[in-house]
């Protein structure tokens, strides 16, 4: 018997046959196995979405968005207002919401935008991720709670594609269709907008007064709400849910108050950090004041942070 | 020689043993892995148990025989030297330890089985050895898509034992057993655009976190040169390589490569994928061009395959059937040609040995003046960002697009600066076409892993900050050979960083 044939009788030659026949086989079924599993090989962001029914006061025919005359959002009036806390006032203060060395706190001005009166719901960001192609994963849980576990790129995509939808649909109001056609975007608020929406001009404490246990804020409860639960009628803009149920991501990056838009240049080079607002379900009172601020990394996603968007002017 | 049904029992064995790999940790920490052990496994009894009745009814039972041949084991333990030295830097190879393993008892069920069905007896060595390593020094599936892993190796062996010739007169294999299957998966992968399954451009990216990398290969690849005498074919697609970089270099002033004159995988696919004796010339000047067309074809795949998109890490894959089907011209081209009335004159009358000695010196020569000269184990060129900006400002050839590629690696190993610099590319527009979405990508990742001025890219859609590296961008740019930089001192992190051309850096240092 030899290592290697080197006549090819006839068994051999059909042996051999049929071994290229296999051999072929293989190759053409591997090729067809990796064209067919090609998609597999990009990350795979896709899970069981929320359905896609709108909840009672909500519109499928406008992104989910609130039935309301301008689609969930609010028109907070141009002017100023208090920022930041006075420890006289409010003794839970922490010490990063002191104004500045001299002032306890600030005046700012701000010119007029529009906040939504609820934070983003699974279904409205549902909505778009399933128009995404795939780049952002659609979440899980109840339509009406808020979502959660968005990134702050993410919540900024959101507002990104919302915006451009509401500018080129005949769904959207027209006061609207009119300030994004003046150039305003649907984004985040900063912390400036997000403080003067909760707490109004006069600087309360707590979105509905200086009384914890007067609002109908979600907080010390441990688990989320639908965001229509939150409804605020003695809140100074009629906002839901400014305080607790989850924390609201701003456009803001953290630093030292006075509250300055024009440093946000100054942190370019450093660890991005955004602030967020108004506490959440696992919080105390003392987190879920109006002037409270926290801290989110933009990479993290996270059970207990959401947003809310503003349409703001350039 | 062994003959009888008690031989049966080498490829039951074979998988028993893949049975009892499956009662690994590793093994069982993925189901897919698992199934892929237990199918081959039963897929080898399945087989032996059809053989077995074929044998039982015609009453004449297979052989074996045991041949332990130095190309086989000495090349083996040169291959596991370099997995050893590889694994202590990049940790996956020493996770793969038991898949190897497997793939192992695996070659030689089927190998054995093989043989059988061709009536032929069975020669027990090491044979599978430098086959698995060969394969498994390039390309392995991820753990969810194992089963591809034997099918690979399947093919290897099936391409052994039915694509032959006759060449001078002896029925041969065609195609280097190992680069036949790595050949034909690798095709199927670029076709199909399946990479992602595979840890192929991980490997060849990770053999540069060994320190000295080149040199520990070149010694590694003395050994093989000096007992089997592939010299020449190893040599010369070196030198060859050397050359063609140095003369890229030199007409368009950026490394064609980018990081080293020749890619540390290529480096090693040379010493040990392209150089099977069995599949390559005869003839000493036959050897020469194999090892030069060798060279070519890396260099020219290189960009062929940048060209259509797909990762250049198969060049070096690519090219090796293709010059195994080449041979027979090769050995022919070359018998034609008078060389030994001048080529060969200075070693007239050598033997063999002697003149593969001859041939060693060279190589060592040559090797020697290469590192002398930076271009093996010292910092490259094309290693330094700040480089390839330079040379993309200058509108160098190609400097942009690797500028580009060179980010995008980095991106991809979690730089929020490079993913930052690639969004701006993409808003600017100037060295690549602007493209939206693309730059909310990278600017979205950028801010992800922490970079403010990508956060503040995404916030304001006509705004583009680019402000230098920060620390952590700095410890993964600068890592070079793959060195871990985490733990450096800040000053010495700077130092480096000027050494590469930040100029930041440099004013930070100097301050």
């Not at chain 1, 591997?30 to 029914?53: I, K």
């Not at chain 1, 909760?198 to 009384?211: E, K, Q, V, Y």
Request: charged share 15%; proline share 6%.
């Amino acid at each position: 018997m030899s290592a290697a044939p080197t006549e090819a009788s006839a068994p051999a030659t059909n042996s051999r046959r049929t071994g290229f026949i296999l051999l072929t086989l293989i190759v053409v079924f591997v090729f067809f196995w990796l064209y067919r599993n090609a998609p597999l090989a990009e990350p795979d962001l896709e899970m069981d979405a929320a359905p896609m029914s709108a909840a009672d006061g909500f519109r499928v025919d406008a992104w989910m968005l609130p039935d309301d005359a301008l689609l969930g959002f609010v028109e907070i009036p141009a002017g100023a207002f208090v920022m930041g806390s006075n420890p006289l006032q409010d003794p839970m203060a922490y010490e990063n919401e002191r104004w500045s060395a001299s002032r306890r706190q600030g005046n700012p001005i701000l010119p007029a935008y529009y906040i939504g009166r609820y934070e983003v719901t699974v279904a409205q960001f549902n909505v778009f991720a399933a128009q995404s192609g795939g780049s952002t994963a659609p979440r899980e849980g109840e339509a009406a709670h808020p979502v959660t576990g968005a990134s702050w790129p993410e919540a900024l995509a959101y507002g990104r594609w919302l915006g451009e939808q509401m500018r080129i649909s005949p769904a959207t109001p027209q006061t609207i269709r009119d300030v994004l056609d003046s150039g305003w975007a649907v984004t985040l608020p900063s912390e400036a907008q997000w403080e003067k929406a909760a707490r109004g001009t006069d600087g309360r404490i707590f979105p509905w007064g200086a009384d914890p246990g007067a609002g109908n804020a979600n907080f010390g409860s441990g688990e989320l709400r639908e965001v229509t639960e939150g409804a605020c009628p003695q809140c100074t803009y009629g906002l839901a849910d400014m305080a607790g149920n989850v924390w609201e991501m701003t456009s803001s990056p953290l630093q030292s108050y006075p509250f300055d838009p024009a440093a946000n240049e100054a942190t370019l080079e450093q660890d991005a950090l955004f602030v967020m607002r108004g506490g959440s379900f696992a919080d105390a009172a003392n987190n879920v004041r109006a002037a409270v601020r926290g801290a989110v990394d933009p990479g993290v996603r996270n059970p207990g942070i959401g947003f809310r968007l503003v349409i703001s002017p350039p | 020689m062994v003959k009888g049904e008690k031989v049966l029992a080498l490829p039951g064995a074979a998988a028993g043993g893949l049975l009892l790999l499956s009662l690994t940790g590793r093994v069982q920490e993925n189901p897919v892995i698992l199934a892929s052990t237990l199918g081959a496994a039963a897929a080898l009894l399945l087989w032996l148990g059809w053989q077995w009745i074929g044998y039982r009814r015609g009453g004449e039972y297979p052989g074996v025989r045991i041949l332990l041949r130095p190309q086989h084991y000495v090349q083996a333990l040169v291959q596991s030297s370099v997995f050893l030295y590889w694994g202590y830097y990049w940790s996956p190879v020493y996770d793969h330890f038991w898949l190897l393993g497997a793939q192992l008892l695996f070659a030689y069920g089927f190998d054995t089985l093989l043989a059988w069905s061709r009536r032929r007896e069975y020669l027990l060595g090491f044979g599978p050895f430098p086959i698995i390593f060969s394969i498994n020094l390039f390309l392995w599936f991820r753990d969810d898509w194992f089963y591809l892993q034997f099918l690979m190796l399947a093919a290897g062996f099936m391409g052994k034992e039915y694509v032959r010739w006759t060449r001078e007169g002896r029925n041969v294999h065609i195609f280097n057993p190992s680069a036949f299957a790595l050949g034909l998966f690798s095709l199927a992968l670029i076709v199909t655009g399946t990479t992602q399954l595979t840890w192929g451009q991980e490997i060849a990216s990770t053999l540069t976190l060994a320190p000295n990398i080149y040199a520990f290969l070149f010694l590694a690849g003395l050994v093989v040169m000096y007992f089997f005498s592939i010299t020449l074919v190893a040599g010369m697609a070196a030198i060859s390589l050397f050359a063609m970089s140095a003369l890229y270099f030199a007409l368009t002033g950026v490394p064609y490569f980018i990081d080293s004159e020749i890619p540390a995988a290529v480096f090693l696919g040379l010493h040990l994928l392209v150089t099977d004796p069995s599949t390559s010339p005869r003839t000493p000047l036959g050897k020469a061009l194999f090892g030069v067309l060798y060279g070519l074809g890396v260099f020219g795949l290189y960009t062929l395959l940048g060209a259509f998109g797909a990762p250049t890490f198969y060049d070096k894959l690519l090219c090796v059937p293709l010059l195994n089907l080449c041979v027979i011209a090769i050995d022919r081209t070359v018998k034609s040609i008078p060389y030994e009335s001048w080529a060969m004159m200075w070693k007239r009358g050598w033997n063999p040995a002697r003149a593969n000695v001859a041939h060693m010196a060279l190589w060592i020569a040559v090797f020697a003046g290469a590192s002398f000269a930076g271009k093996t184990d010292s910092r490259h060129t094309g290693d330094s960002i700040p480089f390839w900006q330079q040379a993309c400002a200058e509108s160098l050839p190609g400097a942009c697009g690797r500028l580009m590629q060179l980010q995008a690696t980095y991106c991809s190993d979690n730089s929020a600066w490079a993913c930052n610099e690639i969004g701006a590319h993409y808003r600017e527009g100037r060295i690549v076409a602007a493209d939206t979405e693309l730059s909310l990508g990278f600017f979205s990742r950028a801010c992800e892993l922490k970079s403010m001025a990508a956060c503040q890219n995404l916030l304001q859609a006509d705004a583009v900050y680019r402000p230098p590296p920060g620390d952590l961008d700095l410890r993964l740019l600068l890592r070079e050979g793959g060195l871990n930089l985490l733990e450096l001192p800040l000053t010495d992190l700077y130092r480096r960083a000027c050494e590469h051309d930040w100029q930041f850096a440099c004013a930070t240092v100097r301050s």
